[in-house]
């Protein structure tokens, strides 16, 4: 089982710039794939990015391509997410996710383990 804590979220203004942390710990894989994703109030939560343990290949939403960008220390078993240029639509709840093999899905459901959330919230 992958225990993932997320941090680094907090109040920014639009045009700031803000990276959230994933750490992982207990059992990791190189088919391990982390992914981030989000939710808004009263909205459903949304793929934002997902990367492997093993690869460089990286995911993205459509919508974020370009201002976000998902990375991973394998010596810290940390999962990055840069964002930048943020907006106050970027204003969400933001969670880390471990899917244990497969294919790169934006499914959030079959995904297999969550960290607790990490909230970003983006003044105009």
């Known amino acids: 089982q992958v225990q993932l804590v997320e941090s680094g979220g907090g109040l920014v203004q639009a045009g700031d710039s803000r990276r959230l942390s994933c750490a992982a710990s207990g059992r990791t894989f190189s088919n391990y794939i982390m992914a981030w994703f989000r939710q808004a109030p009263g909205k459903e939560r949304e793929f934002v990015a997902a990367i492997r343990w093993s690869t460089t290949t990286d995911y993205y939403a459509d919508a974020l391509k370009g201002r976000f960008t998902i990375s991973r220390d394998n010596a810290k078993n940390t999962v990055y997410l840069q964002m930048n240029n943020l907006k106050p639509e970027d204003t969400a709840v933001y969670y880390c996710?471990?899917?244990?093999?497969?294919?790169?899905?934006?499914?959030?459901?079959?995904?297999?383990?969550w960290g607790q959330g990490t909230q970003v919230t983006v003044s105009s």
């Open positions: 996710a471990v899917k244990t093999g497969g294919p790169v899905v934006t499914a959030h459901h079959l995904y297999d383990s």
